[in-house]
T-cell receptor, first 117, second 113 residues
Framework: EAGVAQSPRYKIIEKRQSVAFWCNPI?????LYWYQQILGQGPKLLIQ????????DSQLPKDRFSAERLKGVDSTLKIQPAKLEDSAVYLC???????????????FGNGTRLTVT | SQKIEQNSEALNIQEGKTATLTCNYT??????LQWYRQDPGRGPVFLLL?????KEKRKERLKVTFDTTLKQSLFHITASQPADSATYLC????????????FGSGTRLSIRP
């Protein structure tokens, strides 16, 4: 099966500029996640979608970050305006729909490395 | 708040030996614990999942244990090879389908020939 696709692979912007990342999950995966991974740290969940709806966005800095999932498939994550501390790898992951009592593994893309100067 | 701790220092071992990585957690009662492998410049790749009512899980040269009393999981790679060199992440999730998956910071493993 085709994996999770992300683009762009790398992005360099100046602070206060805006940037957008795109993710195409594995076909049939109802759940989509965006994680932020700062160098030397583990992935931190920003937002979790189940089909079109948001399940968890408690750690998304909503004053500057936004995300949407169109028609329950592709997703975009936007940062506007970017800050220096946003420099990180942004990982998209997808999974089968979690059910109470059953948890499917996450399938990750290779991420977008963002550098804010 | 929920906290996951993994060995912050890199683990260097000789090829052929068993590598043992530790994942400790606090303020959490996970129903599932997962281990992922991450290579430089790549996204994490799923390895194993163990449930709270399982003590041990094996897959080829990999073995995971889960002790809910100690709040700890151990991840073992037997007969280690240089190709096993990577960062290994543990991740926890609750029982509910809405429970988010929380990752530790990972342990970098280096296997020398």
């Amino acid at each position: 099966e085709a994996g999770v696709a992300q683009s762009p692979r790398y992005k360099i912007i100046e602070k206060r500029q805006s940037v957008a990342f795109w993710c195409n999950p594995i076909s049939g995966h109802a759940t989509l996640y965006w994680y932020q991974q700062i160098l030397g740290q583990g992935p931190k969940l920003l937002i979790q979608f189940q089909n079109n709806g948001v399940v968890d966005d408690s750690q998304l800095p909503k004053d500057r970050f936004s995300a949407e999932r169109l028609k329950g498939v592709d997703s975009t994550l936007k940062i506007q305006p970017a800050k220096l501390e946003d420099s990180a790898v942004y990982l998209c992951a997808s999974s089968l729909l979690p059910r109470t009592g059953k948890r499917s593994p996450l399938h990750f893309g290779n991420g977008t490395r963002l550098t804010v100067t | 708040s929920q906290k996951i701790e993994q060995n912050s220092e890199a683990l260097n071992i000789q090829e052929g030996k068993t590598a043992t990585l530790t994942c400790n957690y606090t303020n959490y009662s996970p129903a599932y614990l997962q281990w992922y492998r991450q290579d430089p410049g790549r996204g994490p790749v799923f390895l194993l999942l163990i449930r709270e009512n399982e003590k041990e899980k094996r897959k080829e040269r990999l073995k995971v244990t889960f002790d809910t009393t100690l709040k700890q999981s151990l991840f073992h790679i037997t007969a280690s090879q240089p190709a096993d060199s990577a960062t290994y992440l543990c991740a926890l999730a609750g029982y509910s389908s809405a429970s988010k998956i929380i990752f530790g910071s990972g342990t970098r493993l280096s296997i020398r020939p």
